[in-house]
């Protein structure tokens, strides 16, 4: 074989290699804007939650109040359980998204191992082609 041709084996393991690698890149780099998605989705999805179950809340204590019920007692216990309820709602809908966005940053991580291991798989290629043609 030629130096050209060994010089053309060579370079041709190693840009498969280095394309292997981009693409993990790329994909990393995808799902890590997924996650930090999944984490503003959560906030939201947490605040939006609150919001309505405030609206919910205001609207039976104003029924609660023309009934001529005191927020006293029984009834302040069931306000006092329904917000806590609201708030545990919250955290799980916002524990949802950041268990997500975890998932996706362990994925980001992998991707990029794949990518360097296909690089080094690469230049060891290489390498050991050039080896084994200049013999």
Do not use: P
Request: aromatic share 2%; no cysteine; net charge neutral.
């Amino acid at each position: 074989m030629t130096g050209v041709e060994i010089l053309l084996a060579v370079g041709a393991a190693v840009a498969q290699g280095v394309a292997a690698s981009n693409q993990a890149e790329f994909q990393a780099e995808i799902a890590e804007q997924q996650a930090a998605r999944e984490r503003q989705l959560a906030r939201r999805q947490a605040q939006d939650f609150r919001r309505e179950q405030s609206r919910l809340g205001a609207q039976a204590r104003t029924r609660r109040a023309g009934s001529g019920v005191a927020a006293t007692g029984s009834a302040l216990l069931v306000e006092e359980d329904m917000a806590a309820e609201t708030e545990l709602g919250a955290l799980d809908l916002l524990n949802d998204g950041l268990v997500s966005a975890s998932r996706l940053e362990q994925q980001a991580r992998l991707e990029r191992a794949a990518g360097r291991a296909a690089r080094d798989r690469a230049l060891l290629l290489g390498a050991s082609t050039a080896t084994s043609l200049i013999r």
